[in-house]
């Protein structure tokens, strides 16, 4: 379904993402975790195209996606929607505005203009505020929003693209803990109802076991880890985040001690 194979980016002189090779065969929610700096945000936008890879290949249902461009490139962007840790919404829009523009790939540059939607589409992306919970928002303005509620927004406006798959940008990160659970709990809702496939990035080995099927590690730009929930051991966190580390960017120590013994019930009982 999905094969990455090799992908390397450069800037300059300095490598942010070294031959990094993975493939999912089916939609799954996947978390890659690391340190600021591991490679993570530019590995997610190779794979949406707002970035072009140095080198390498990112296949998806045999389309070699490092070779598209123009149309191609736009299309495939819509297939494999974006999320932010930002949100990117248009603060002075309304709510159900900045939903709608999830269809700017696919509208004139008449309609963008002007505004006009069908009706349709109008219905759909108030259905998608329903569906995230926030549908009595949908004619405030962005800014008027909590954290949390221009998140859902902005999942709103990936959802309004029918993606196959959602990428998310540390989507999380600036979010309170209720507010964080409520988020990815909407991502995991999203992939087990709707089979899509889902990549976030994450800091925290405890939302990664909490939310994800599966677990990509990354350091210096390069993948050291790649597993399930409950391969995350100690061991493994040194190595995704240094032998030295505290793992403040990682888990708590009585997380990473529950995930040791989660490692070990699952060794007993495999």
Known sequence: MLA????????????????VTFSVDKPKMIGIIGRS??????????????????SGS??????EITRLRGAARRSWQARCAMIFQQFNLVPRMDV????????????????????????????????????LGIVEHAAKRAEALSGGQQQRVAIARALMQDPQIIL?????????????????????RIHEE???????????????RKYCDRVIGMRDGRIVFDGT?????????????????DF??????????TLDRQAAKAAVNA
């Open 194 to 208: 709707d089979g899509r496939m889902v990549i976030a990035n994450l800091h925290t080995l405890d939302t990664a």
């Open 58 to 63: 990112i296949v998806f249902e045999d389309q």
């Open 4 to 19: 990455i194979d090799a992908l390397t980016k450069q800037f300059g002189t300095k490598t942010a993402v070294e031959n």
């Open 168 to 188: 998310a940008d540390e989507p999380i990160a600036s979010l309170d803990p209720m507010n964080a659970q409520i988020v990815m709990e909407a991502l995991r």
């Open 248 to 257: 403040s960017e990682a888990a708590t120590s009585t997380e990473i001690e």
């Open 96 to 131: 159900v505005s900045n939903v709608l523009h999830g269809t700017l790939n696919r509208r004139s540059t008449l309609a963008t203009m002007f505004n006009l939607y069908p009706q349709a589409d109008i219905h759909h992306a108030i259905a998608l505020l329903d569906r």
């Open 229 to 245: 929930p409950e391969q995350l051991t100690t061991g493994v966190a040194r190595d995704i985040y240094g032998a030295g580390a």
């Open 37 to 54: 700096g591991a490679g993570k945000s530019t590995l997610l936008r190779m794979l949406n195209r707002l970035s072009d890879a140095t």
